[in-house]
């Protein structure tokens, strides 16, 4: 029998990254854990309350970080994979245009999406 663990690892570092994600039937989405879902949530009623970030350049800074200059994109840290992008260079929190591939700090990115590969090297792996 093997071991479901050891086989994860295996498949990591072979590139195969098929890991089982949850997905949110409704929105055809990778679905958020209750404490992200909670985020996500936090972070809109701030928007709606004090205006997307960096609307006014004043405030809460999103730190966002274009595509370029995103060295985490490929381990799926980046805004197409956050709960809040809307598509279209579209953020549901941030004022500026945003980039797929871009990020900012306040990424709220489902459980199972980031790969934690880095560079051939497993850095994280959570369950």
Same mark, same amino acid.
Do not use: H
């Given at each position: 029998m093997?071991?479901?663990?050891?086989?994860?690892?295996?498949?990591? =570092?072979?590139?195969n990254n098929s890991i089982i994600v949850e997905m949110d039937k409704v929105k055809n989405k990778p679905k958020l854990v209750p404490e992200e879902q909670e985020l996500a949530d936090s972070l809109?009623?701030?928007?709606?309350?004090?205006?997307?970030?960096?609307?006014?350049?004043?405030?809460?800074?999103a730190g966002y970080?274009?595509?370029?200059?995103?060295?985490?994109?490929?381990?799926?840290?980046?805004c197409s994979n956050c709960a809040l992008y809307e598509g279209n260079g579209s953020c549901k929190i941030i004022a500026q245009s945003v980039e797929p591939n871009g990020r900012c700090r306040f990424a709220v990115i489902p459980d199972g =999406? =980031?790969?934690?590969?880095?560079?051939?090297?497993?850095?994280k792996v959570k369950k």
């Amino acid at each position: 029998m093997e071991n479901p663990i050891l086989k994860l690892i295996q498949d990591l =570092v072979s590139g195969n990254n098929s890991i089982i994600v949850e997905m949110d039937k409704v929105k055809n989405k990778p679905k958020l854990v209750p404490e992200e879902q909670e985020l996500a949530d936090s972070l809109l009623k701030i928007a709606e309350k004090y205006g997307k970030f960096n609307e006014d350049e004043t405030g809460i800074w999103a730190g966002y970080i274009d595509a370029r200059e995103n060295e985490v994109a490929q381990i799926g840290v980046k805004c197409s994979n956050c709960a809040l992008y809307e598509g279209n260079g579209s953020c549901k929190i941030i004022a500026q245009s945003v980039e797929p591939n871009g990020r900012c700090r306040f990424a709220v990115i489902p459980d199972g =999406v =980031v790969n934690g590969i880095v560079d051939g090297m497993i850095k994280k792996v959570k369950k």
